[in-house]
């Protein structure tokens, strides 16, 4: 049977996943040191696959075609070029078993999720890969991209995602195979990159929302679109993908790292790694 071992909320800015991946010295060793305890103990676990929840920035789809959850089916992702050449990463090998038995298990339960047989992937998904692994010369695990739509209005509520993650969870549970999966909510935290707000950073509600994570959800699935957008501006929205992540845990987890940096790049950047105590 298929386990959750492990979950990890982690912002995807394109400057952290710089900062992580040449170690520099000044404000962006500083960044560097608050995430590589991550990177440490993600090596520990010994993950088959990751589920990554992620949101694509109109590479693989546009406003013009952008579901609401998509779900990765291939055998490999690119990198995505986003108009200024594809990251210098590998490709992710995809975990095409467990895709498929999250497509299946998943879909009848109400969760429409469009099925990518092709898909790039951009630095919402590739930038949390170097934050765990640094740049390797290829991925020490296989992946299933799951994309949430956090970009065109109306997107999924906070409640839905989680009840996503659940699901997920329940899924994996039920995968005839054995497999050590980590789960990683991506995005965020607070920023918002354009109109009167821009440059907006609430780090009293980052720090409320990496406590409530992990032991009290039900206060963050209780807020509204609107409350995100206010609380933690646009693009701090994101911020429900980690409760994807987090719906898939148990319901008791242990927090074995948090950390959090401000600003990296105009944003509010953090990370949280939970261990799964109890079985779904």
């Known amino acids: 049977m298929g386990e959750v071992i492990a979950g990890v909320g982690v912002s995807h800015i394109p400057a952290l996943g710089a900062a992580m991946e040449v170690g520099q010295e000044g404000p962006a060793g500083t960044v560097f040191a608050t995430f590589e305890p991550v990177r440490e103990w993600v090596e520990r676990l010994d993950l088959d696959t990751l589920i990554v929840i992620y949101n ?84 020490p695990v296989r992946v299933v991209p799951i994309a949430v739509n956090v970009v ?66 039900a206060s963050l699935t209780s807020l509204s679109n609107r409350d995100y957008i206010r609380e933690a501006g646009s693009e701090g929205a994101e911020l429900v993908m980690w409760l994807v992540m987090r719906g898939a845990m148990s319901e008791t987890v242990k927090v074995a790292y948090s950390g959090y940096h401000v600003p990296v790049s105009n944003t509010g950047a953090g990370v949280i790694a939970l261990e799964s105590l109890l079985a779904q």
Do not use: K
């Open 152 to 217: 065109q209005q109306p997107t999924p509520s906070a409640q839905r995602c989680f009840d996503l993650g659940r699901a997920i969870g329940r899924a994996i549970a039920s995968f005839p195979e054995n497999r050590r999966v980590g789960v990683v909510g991506t995005g965020g935290m607070s920023h918002q990159l354009q109109g009167q707000r821009a440059g907006h950073i609430n780090q009293d509600f980052d720090h409320r929302f990496l406590a409530g994570i992990a032991d009290n959800p």
């Open 56 to 139: 694509d920035h109109a590479s693989a789809f546009s406003l013009e075609l952008y579901p609401t959850f998509a779900i990765g089916a291939a055998a490999s992702y690119a990198p995505a070029d986003e108009g200024y050449g594809a990251r210098d990463v590998p490709d992710c090998e995809g975990d095409v078993d467990l895709s498929w038995h999250l497509i299946d298990s998943v879909i009848p339960e109400g969760f429409d999720l469009a099925i990518c047989q092709q898909l790039d992937v951009d630095h919402g998904f590739t930038v949390p890969l170097t934050v765990l692994y640094g740049r390797p010369q290829e991925w």
